[in-house]
T-cell receptor, first 111, second 114 residues
Framework: SQQGEEDPQALSIQEGENATMNCSYK?????LQWYRQNSGRGLVHLIL?????REKHSGRLRVTLDTSKKSSSLLITASRAADTASYFC???????????FGTGTRLQVFP | NAGVTQTPKFQVLKTGQSMTLQCAQD?????MSWYRQDPGMGLRLIHY???????DQGEVPNGYNVSRSTTEDFPLRLLSAAPSQTSVYFC?????????????FGPGTRLTVL
């Protein structure tokens, strides 16, 4: 079974709107990371949040982490057409060096 | 820096054939890994290496072999290709074992097994 599952599976919005995607996981983690994948390309690291952090910002990205609910959310503010991509969360399990990826959210931003 | 490079970009095999997917990085990263990406499944770890001469199995290792003779290269071998191995394969690297270090991905190899 998947450690990380994103919700929704797909999201369509207009430019300028905010996009929120969620990630749930099952076991204790060291950190949680978000990646972006443009169509036909490799994954690109966006942001990492440690298990003892609750919120982190990077440019138009805001990530929250709720370890009691085993969930994280990625908010992209003022979306642009160039944000169209799939977004994946990845969890680093406690005491391991492996990253476990979720199933991803496909974001479409219309101009 | 070229980062993480993978060859070939596309490959079609017949069932039973063998081949090697190449991966190289020029960032002197110790940790390298191979993932496969299938629709609806996310990325699943196949094999990984924490340094030259050291490899270990990931989540889905069956049907694949790896070796790490140099820091730069981490080839993935398909011993006898099966249709279930049709997938997109990604190589990744990062500095050291710590997951707090940023992981970099190659552009992927799209493999079809007929």
């Amino acid at each position: 079974s998947q450690q990380g599952e994103e919700d929704p599976q797909a999201l369509s919005i207009q430019e300028g709107e905010n996009a929120t995607m969620n990630c749930s996981y099952k076991t204790s983690i060291n950190n949680l990371q978000w990646y972006r994948q443009n169509s036909g390309r490799g994954l690109v690291h966006l942001i990492l949040i440690r298990s003892n952090e609750r919120e982190k910002h990077s440019g138009r990205l805001r990530v929250t982490l709720d370890t009691s609910k085993k969930s994280s959310s990625l908010l992209i503010t003022a979306s642009r057409a160039a944000d169209t991509a799939s977004y994946f969360c990845a969890t680093s399990l406690y005491n391991t060096d492996k990253l476990i990826f979720g199933t991803g959210t496909r974001l479409q931003v219309f101009p | 820096n070229a980062g993480v490079t993978q060859t070939p970009k596309f490959q079609v095999l017949k069932t039973g054939q063998s081949m090697t997917l190449q991966c190289a990085q020029d960032m002197n990263h110790e940790y390298m890994s191979w993932y496969r990406q299938d629709p609806g499944m996310g990325l699943r770890l196949i094999h990984y290496s924490v340094g030259a001469g050291i490899t270990d199995q990931g989540e889905v290792p069956n049907g694949y072999n790896v070796s790490r003779s140099t820091t730069e290269d981490f080839p993935l071998r398909l011993l006898s290709a099966a249709p279930s191995q049709t997938s997109v394969y990604f190589c990744a690297s990062r500095q050291g074992r710590s997951t707090y270090n940023e992981q970099f991905f190659g552009p992927g190899t799209r493999l079809t097994v007929l």
